[in-house]
């Protein structure tokens, strides 16, 4: 899929009063409250206010959380401090149809958490239609909901000409450069779970020159040879991970962190040191230093998942890596998730060329190539 050739909101011929159905992700963590993250929100601002500009009438649909339960109002009084906007809390009611009818142009609208209906997530036909008969045009600029083939994303499509937003383009955009990479290609994979980790595991080991494991799936890998590794956490799966060992890609942690007991202490310890009571938290300093000579030489690094317990404070790992790449002039993108909330927190995003907003959008893309919300606007029948 190229990415040019998804249409975009400046495709669109005329917005000038028209009712824009403009499906956003907003699912950000909230503390008490209050945004812990807002990063997915400040980057739909420019598909907002461009359309505020060309004085369409915005109608935002978003979901937050995994159920009826979370509340969109935190981001309704965060969108509120940089522009007008109104606030729908049953759009179900007579109210929905007359703020929609009432909607100035260039005027914005949030509808609550659309997974308080639970046809949203099924898909459901008629649901899908009732939405979009708020709207004459619907843009979808959730990029990270788009593997999700919920009514909001791939039902609203069928009855309205449908585009997409600069937040979906600019990932597509981003996301392609590791699909048709230049090389030297340094892929980076940490987190856990190998059930779902294996096919990007499995694509990158095709594609990239070499891919450097970390956080549990490196425990996994350490597990599987035979080693030590006390009580670090390690993935139930049924599939030999040493027989991927052997193209010669992998590239190990050569040194670890390792807690011993219940305090913080930690100490550096090779993998074949580790004693029963140990666990590895974190990929040691040795490791960073091994890499940077494979980064200097990379035009390309893509990556995704922490290499280290991050939810337990430990991110020295990733930290360091983040800073040593972008000591390099390889390309750099960063695939979501833990990984770019830590990018966040050290205010280094800027400086690497691509974070993306997605989670599992961003590893289903990385996989496929396609996502089912992407292919409903490329399919879309209803556009001129
Ligand atoms: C995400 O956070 O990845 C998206 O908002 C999708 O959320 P979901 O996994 O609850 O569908």
């Known amino acids: 899929m190229k990415a040019?050739?998804?249409?975009?909101?400046?495709?669109?011929?005329?917005l000038k009063g028209k009712r824009v159905i403009l499906r956003l992700d907003f699912n950000v963590p909230i503390k008490n409250g209050k945004i812990v993250e807002a990063m997915r929100i400040d980057r739909t601002i420019p598909t907002i206010e461009?359309?505020?500009?060309?004085?369409?009438?915005?109608?935002?649909?978003?979901?937050i959380g995994k159920d009826a339960m979370s509340s969109l109002k935190p981001i309704v009084r965060y969108l509120g401090q940089t522009?007008?906007?109104?606030?729908v809390p049953d759009f179900k009611s007579e109210q929905a149809r007359a703020v929609v009818d009432g909607l100035p142009e260039g005027g914005v609208v949030v509808f609550e958490n659309l997974r308080a209906d639970d046809r949203e997530e099924k898909n459901d036909p008629a649901f899908a239609k009732y939405l979009a008969s708020f709207g004459d045009i619907y843009v979808d600029d959730a990029f990270a909901a788009t593997h999700r083939a919920h009514a909001s994303i791939v039902g609203i499509p069928k009855y309205l000409p449908s585009y997409v937003g600069f937040l979906i383009a600019d990932e597509l955009k981003h996301l392609a450069l590791a699909l048709k990479p230049k090389h030297p290609f340094l892929f980076i994979l940490g987190g856990a779970k190998f059930e779902t980790k294996m096919p990007l595991m499995k694509k990158f080991l095709k594609i990239a020159n070499q891919v450097f494991v970390g956080g549990v799936l490196a425990n996994d890998f350490f597990h599987d040879a035979g080693f030590e590794v006390g009580k670090s956490f390690?993935?139930?799966y049924d599939f030999k991970l040493t027989p991927l060992l052997k193209k010669g890609k992998i590239i190990l942690p050569s040194d670890v962190v390792v807690k011993n007991g219940e305090g913080k202490k930690t100490t550096i310890k090779h993998i074949d040191e580790l004693a029963v009571g140990d666990s590895i938290v974190d990929v040691g300093p040795q490791t960073i230093k091994d890499l940077r000579p494979i980064l200097k030489k990379a035009k390309l690094v893509v990556w995704n998942g922490p290499l280290g317990y991050y939810e337990?404070?430990?991110?020295?790992?990733?930290?360091?890596?983040l800073n040593a790449i972008m000591e390099t002039r390889a390309t750099s993108i960063i695939g979501g998730g833990d990984t770019a909330v830590i990018a966040l927190k050290l205010g280094v995003e800027k400086?690497?060329?691509?974070?993306?907003?997605?989670g599992g959008a961003t590893l289903d893309y990385l996989v496929d190539g396609k996502?089912?919300?992407?292919?409903?606007?490329?399919?879309?029948?209803?556009?001129?």
């Open 4 to 14: 040019q050739t998804i249409p975009t909101i400046k495709d669109i011929k005329e």
């Open 50 to 63: 461009y359309l505020r500009k060309k004085k369409a009438r915005i109608i935002i649909l978003s979901h």
């Open 83 to 87: 522009m007008p906007v109104g606030f």
């Open 234 to 236: 390690v993935d139930k």
């Open 312 to 321: 337990g404070g430990f991110d020295k790992g990733t930290t360091m890596l």
């Open 351 to 358: 400086k690497l060329s691509f974070v993306s907003t997605g």
């Open 371 to 384: 996502l089912p919300g992407i292919d409903a606007i490329l399919k879309n029948k209803k556009r001129k």
